[in-house]
């Protein structure tokens, strides 16, 4: 089944046709009208023999060559000189310049060459072209998306997120577990800061003194074991962030002291005792000499003693059985000794005990004479007794007396230890250990709720549970007092619970906290990395792709410049050869600019 292709002939003027032909399917509308056989390509293997001679002879590289290829090269041999001469029998003498023109002369036998051209015309009009549109289309379009995502603009907020995270936590982030592990160091700085603060604030001074008088006229009971509100914040304007065994000193002057003492008679015993050792040492090895020594003249002495001894049994055998008078021992007994069989009767302070009563005489015994103490009322009291100096005894021991003292006062720190959940270190400061440092912090927040409180009660005028009910000068502040109060602790408070501080605390009490934070700013970093990398690919791939769009570019314009000269050649030989020289214009769909 035949396709009809329909074309179009126009007039001009002056009896002169153009034939309008489609480009891309102008083979099909040749063979359909029979200008160009159906086996017009029977003669190609022969055309290409005839151009692999030609090349052969004329010394020319072998390619690929179109009917307009040989007859620009035939031509060339022709305007040679001596290549346009023939023989007598029409043929050119030159042998190159007929080689070619037998190749051109096969190419038109059967329209070949329009049929070879044609084919050419409609492939890049239909395919090379098309395709190469696309792609420089798609590469365009691939560049335009790739230099549209957000890499850049990625890694940027990578960088932001990662330096405000080592801001916030007070690292530069070059050596991440080593920066955070030194930390805690700057905890103590901070406190000794605050601490001071406190104590030369006359704002928390006052305030603390308001809120002493207001729970003494209210008449609020304190804790068990607590004769002042707010002891530690007390202790700290006093005596500052000491270390703990400082705190110990101040609060327990005299157990540190018999402390001490202890510490000083433990080492005096303990080098007694190494020089002891070291005399019975000696001594020994010299004993074990003296009885070596003496062995010798024991055994000689104890064949005499035997002998001896049987001697003096033999005497004193002779005195028993002998006339000597019987020897007795005056045991201290009186003559008025209790008969056999009878009980004996104890006297107790001139009265007499019947044993065979069954019934004890209580008196008027009762549970009413009997007085119920509480023992949590009593409180120990531990008396340090001055030594005289000889606490030992001849043995080198610590005397009773001083082995009591000891153990009440071990007791005594004992019981300061199991106030606490954490074991104490002596050279930490208070608001290091935190036990304390959690005192210390609920002591600020109980002293800035009440003032806050006190605050709104004053904005609060005539309240009936107000403040100005107690009527007494101690209590007796403004409003703008009260604020400057409350912000004075407020301020305080920021320093000691902001997220710096508090994940500093974290690290210091925990490894896991600081793997855990060590991983999070890895996973920052890793992120940089990954968004670095991402855009080094994404740059490589945009200038792959200009290099591929430039490469279509120049292909497409290769093959636009190929195909006008082709369209030029074939519309001259379709109207030479096919048309009587009638004016062809062939179609094309698409501009080849």
Same mark, same amino acid.
């Given at each position: 089944m035949t396709t009809r292709i329909k074309t179009k002939a126009i007039n001009v003027g002056n009896d002169q046709e153009i034939i309008d032909v489609p480009g891309n399917k102008l083979l099909e509308w040749l063979t359909d009208r029979k200008k160009i056989p159906q086996h017009w390509k029977r003669?190609?293997?022969?055309?290409?023999?005839?151009?692999?001679?030609?090349?052969?002879?004329?010394s020319i590289e072998k390619k690929e060559y179109n009917y307009y290829d040989c007859q620009r090269i035939f031509k060339e041999f022709e305007s040679a000189p001596g290549g346009n001469s023939t023989t007598l029998f029409g043929a050119y003498s030159n042998v190159n310049t007929q080689k070619w023109f037998d190749v051109i002369k096969a190419y038109e036998k059967d329209n070949y060459h329009i049929g070879e051209s044609c084919q050419i015309l409609s492939h890049n009009l239909n395919y090379e072209i098309p395709n190469l549109k696309k792609t420089i289309e798609k590469s365009i379009k691939t560049i335009e998306e790739d230099q549209k995502k957000p890499f850049l603009k990625n890694k940027t907020t990578a960088i932001t997120t990662f330096k405000k995270a080592c801001n916030d936590l007070g690292i530069k982030g070059d050596r991440i577990r080593e920066e955070i592990i030194e930390l805690p160091l700057q905890l103590t700085p901070l406190f000794n800061e605050v601490v001071d603060s406190i104590s030369s604030n006359i704002s928390v001074s006052n305030a603390i003194e308001f809120y002493t008088n207001f729970l003494r006229l209210?008449?609020?009971?304190?804790?068990?074991?607590?004769?002042?509100?707010?002891?530690?914040?007390?202790?700290?304007?006093?005596?500052?962030?000491?270390?703990?065994?400082?705190?110990?000193?101040?609060?327990?002057?005299?157990?540190?002291?018999?402390?001490?003492?202890?510490?000083?008679?433990?080492?005096?015993? /303990?080098? &007694? =005792? #190494? +020089? *002891? $050792?070291? %005399?019975? !040492? @000696?001594? /020994?090895? &010299? =004993? #074990? +000499? *003296? $009885?070596? %020594?003496? !062995? @010798?003249n024991n055994n000689n002495n104890n064949n005499n003693n035997n002998n001896n001894n049987n001697n003096d049994s033999n005497n004193s055998n002779l005195l028993n059985s002998g006339n000597q008078p019987n020897l007795e021992i005056d045991w201290c007994i009186t003559e008025d000794a209790v008969p056999i069989g009878e009980q004996p009767v104890i006297v107790w302070e001139d009265s007499e005990v019947d044993l065979n009563s069954q019934n004890i005489q209580w008196d008027?015994?009762?549970?009413?004479?009997?007085?119920?103490?509480?023992?949590?009322?009593?409180?120990?009291?531990?008396?340090l007794v001055e030594s005289s100096g000889n606490n030992e005894d001849n043995n080198g021991n610590i005397k009773d007396t001083d082995k009591i003292n000891i153990e009440k006062d071990g007791k005594q720190e004992q019981n300061q230890q199991d106030k606490f959940d954490e074991p104490i270190d002596p050279n930490e400061t208070i608001l290091e250990f935190r036990p304390l440092r959690n005192q210390f912090l609920d002591e600020l927040f109980e002293l800035e709720i009440f003032l806050?409180?006190?605050?709104?009660?004053?904005?609060?005028?005539?309240?009936?549970?107000?403040?100005?009910?107690?009527?007494?000068?101690?209590?007796?502040?403004?409003?703008?007092?009260?604020?400057?109060?409350?912000?004075?602790?407020s301020d305080i408070l920021i320093k000691l619970s902001n997220t710096r501080v508090r994940q500093i605390l974290e690290i210091k009490s925990s490894k896991k906290f600081v793997d855990r934070l060590v991983l999070q700013f890895t996973q920052k970093q890793q992120n940089i990395v990954k968004y670095t990398q991402l855009i080094i690919e994404n740059d490589q791939k945009i200038e792959d792709l200009n290099l591929a769009l430039g490469q279509s570019r120049?292909?497409?314009?290769?093959?636009n410049k190929e195909t006008k000269l082709l369209k030029s050649n074939l519309e001259q030989s379709i109207s030479n050869s096919l048309f009587d020289k009638k004016k062809i214009n062939i179609m094309i769909p698409f501009s080849l600019n």
């Open positions: 003669s190609q293997v022969n055309i290409l023999k005839l151009i692999d001679n030609a090349c052969e002879v004329s209210t008449k609020v009971e304190l804790g068990e074991g607590c004769k002042e509100p707010l002891p530690l914040l007390l202790f700290l304007i006093k005596n500052g962030n000491v270390t703990m065994k400082e705190r110990e000193k101040i609060l327990n002057p005299q157990a540190i002291e018999l402390n001490e003492q202890i510490k000083d008679i433990n080492s005096d015993k /303990n080098y &007694n =005792n #190494n +020089n *002891n $050792n070291n %005399n019975n !040492n @000696n001594n /020994n090895n &010299n =004993n #074990n +000499n *003296n $009885n070596n %020594n003496n !062995n @010798n008027d015994f009762s549970m009413d004479t009997i007085e119920i103490i509480d023992g949590s009322s009593i409180t120990p009291t531990i008396e806050n409180n006190r605050c709104l009660e004053m904005e609060k005028s005539n309240s009936m549970f107000g403040i100005d009910q107690l009527n007494d000068d101690s209590t007796d502040i403004s409003t703008s007092q009260c604020k400057e109060y409350l912000k004075s602790i120049n292909k497409i314009d290769q093959f």
